[in-house]
């Protein structure tokens, strides 16, 4: 554990470690890889230059070893060969003066080459923690959650939405009437397929004028605008623009596939934009599903958090996908944990969802500020999407009250009618 | 496999699948998720609709069965526990008109939520074949591998280079002062740590000014300007700023940090570029380490060809990284290839290379189109940067005309130093 000195202003990274070399030099490596540290020693790395840019190990906790490697690493077998493999974490603090307020400069500081690194054989980011003044210095979130349930008109409950069906493949005027029967049937939030954007066939631009439209018509009627989340994703001129129309057109919501949009694009969005931004996180699967490499979600969306989105998209309990319900769970818990002094994001539930869900996710966030989205849950409702929309309400009441659903239900036909067809009751 | 009218232009990916359920089955899922397909059925998605936006599978190739999960996956065990793991190869073609030129919207079509399906225990993008009329209407590298010779004045072989050392903590003078050193000794081009970018003792602009400064004396000496990839990496605005303050100043190349800059942020950037983009893939092992996951390099310096980089690092063979040399190689190879009409990238070798590399990438590449980038292999030669430098020329020289090393060092005082040093001969 090498010393610097206190006055320097640091952040630090929590990091999953594997490797046959003691996980206490795997950490030396990481700390100099990742700052001024070089594999032969050259004349300019003085005592000076340490203090203000190499990293230093924090901490190391140990965990059991194993006899196999996670990943292969053809410079281990090259060079220490052996079965044992030391697993253990490793918080390294790093100067802030070497990234300042840039977010590429800190991620590749904290999941740059350190993947790569011939002495590992697992590598993952577990945490990300910034001192509060230096996390002030990032935009974060415009809107958040009080901001969106201001636009939306929804409070004390979660806001309930669903996704525009099928996916991609309708004209705007299809799209129009989707839209006009569900804000019919009193949707607070939809949104765009992540692979929707601007289709030959159904032009951003077209689409957003017919939906619009119908949105103006119901918000006269409701006194709220639902919510619609239009995917924006694409060039940094066209998205800017897109935002631009959006606004102008009267609409509260912007899409972002994040990951593909990155990071440089989403803040300058943010920097520009005038509406919430839903931050969707296809391709997230491809940064986490292996434990032994990528990101926790919790590192995923404290930088999320950073760059400024204000909705992050977290699966569903008993979902279609791979995620077990602890994980969706825990990343929901994540979304809305304190971080540094910038406020929370808000957790969107998606995927398979319906009512049922309702006293899952209620028992085990003990928290009401969330999204919960349902496809089919509210366009396949038996009673049409009306009921649907009013049996996910129904569920979130039972479930605050901690009312047992079928309970509820009585003399509710429309969570009555939920319950017999989705839950098979 | 569905067939839909032969009219409709299509593009394809091919996927690494592993599931329990048959490989035809998750093809077909892969196929309906990434495109018009719903978990259950809706009134909307007609034979019309269909044949616009459904994806199809192309081709399925089967591979041996597993008797365990590659990745865990909580659906599968709830749905389909077995301890038959189905493995091939599928090739699904989506229609053009769904996406458009939209970097943003080809990722999540290929690269989205299908890693985290539950149906699946392992999924890797291995390929992607576009028109040459679709991928036309994507910028591409504006420099390539002609341009960066004509600004390098370095024709016939190999651009030799190196990366300022320490990676960060030099002041702007102390970096001058090494560039000086460097350029002295005849480099023909070096970079930045990808961590380097703005730090608060040694900001981009005070070092882009005290290097040019260096430069622009060498320039008339050399008759040629050493090509400086300075690390531009940031906000847009930033981004755009630094890159017109590079050019102003006589620099001839910009730097990003391809992953955590993103690739609508990187596309703008090429957009105003007048000046070749040198790609840094710090991070790319989390995309890649895992044989069950993510993206091969193939697919993904494909994409970044699209966007329109003109230089992207491929590693070293024999190197500190975890990677086996055929898959350097591999990489170089690919980004040497054509593919769909689009320019070569100039592949980067580094980490760990000197002189005894020429003839292994010469043998395996039969060319000289590439940066060879020595860190130690240059500034720790025994007899200074110059005779680093010429020593790697030596190694080249050897490497084409297939003379064994150690004979061409023969009367060659700077690789005969360089084998004896660094090769223990």
């Known amino acids: 554990m090498s010393g610097y000195p206190s006055g320097r202003e640091e952040f630090s990274a929590r990091f999953f470690v594997e490797s046959n070399f003691p996980i206490e030099k795997v950490g030396e490596i990481i700390a100099g890889e990742q700052s001024s540290g070089t594999f032969i020693s050259v004349p300019g790395e003085s005592a000076e230059l340490k203090e203000r ?37 490793v918080t390294i603090a790093f100067p ?67 996704i525009i069906k099928p996916s991609i493949g309708l004209t705007p005027e299809q799209t129009a009437e989707t839209v006009d029967a569900l804000c019919a049937g009193g949707i607070e ?78 803040e300058h969005i943010r920097k520009h934009s005038q509406l919430p931004i839903h931050g969707h996180r296809n391709g997230w699967g491809a940064f986490t599903r292996s434990p032994n490499l990528g990101f926790s979600f919790d590192v995923y969306q404290k930088v999320w958090r950073l760059a400024g989105i204000d909705h992050l998209h977290v699966n569903g309990v008993q979902s279609k996908f791979w995620e077990p319900d602890e994980s969706v769970i825990s990343s929901a818990q994540s979304c809305l944990r304190s971080f540094a002094g910038i406020q929370p994001l808000l957790p969107v539930f998606s995927s398979g969802q319906w009512a049922a869900q309702a006293p899952i996710l209620y028992n085990a966030l003990k928290s009401v500020d969330l999204m919960h989205l349902a496809g089919g849950g509210i366009i396949g409702h038996p009673q049409g999407i009306e009921a649907g929309v009013q049996s996910m309400r129904e569920g979130w009441e039972a479930a605050v009250q901690h009312v047992p659903l079928h309970e509820y239900a009585e003399g509710r036909p429309a969570l009555s009618a939920a319950l017999k067809k989705f839950g098979g009751a």
Chains 1, 2 share one sequence.
């Not at 996670?70 to 493999?85: D, E, I, K, Q, V």
Request: aromatic fraction near 6%; include cysteine.
């Open 53 to 89: 840019s190499r990293a230093r190990v924090v901490s190391i906790k140990t965990l059991p070893a194993v006899d196999t490697a996670s990943l292969h690493s053809a410079y281990l077998t090259r060079h220490n060969p052996s079965n044992h493999f030391h697993r253990g974490e």
């Open 96 to 162: 802030i003066a070497n990234i300042g307020t840039n977010i590429p400069a800190l991620l590749t500081t904290i999941a740059g080459n350190l993947f790569e690194l011939g002495e590992v054989s697992a590598l993952r980011v577990l945490d990300l923690e910034l001192p509060e003044r230096f996390a002030s210095t990032f935009l974060g979130p415009q809107f958040g959650i009080e901001g969106t349930r201001a636009l939306c008109g929804v409070h004390d409950r979660p806001i309930i939405g669903t």
């Open 189 to 266: 939030f939809f949104k765009d397929d992540e692979l929707l954007i601007d289709p030959t066939y159904a032009s951003f631009d077209a689409r957003l004028s017919a939906v619009m439209q119908v949105l103006h018509r119901h918000a006269d009627r409701l006194g709220r605008m639902p919510m619609y989340a239009i995917n924006i994703s694409g060039g940094v001129d066209e998205m800017l623009r897109r935002h631009d129309a959006v606004r102008e057109a009267g609409g509260t919501c912007v899409m972002l596939c994040l990951n593909w949009v990155g990071h440089s694009a989403v």
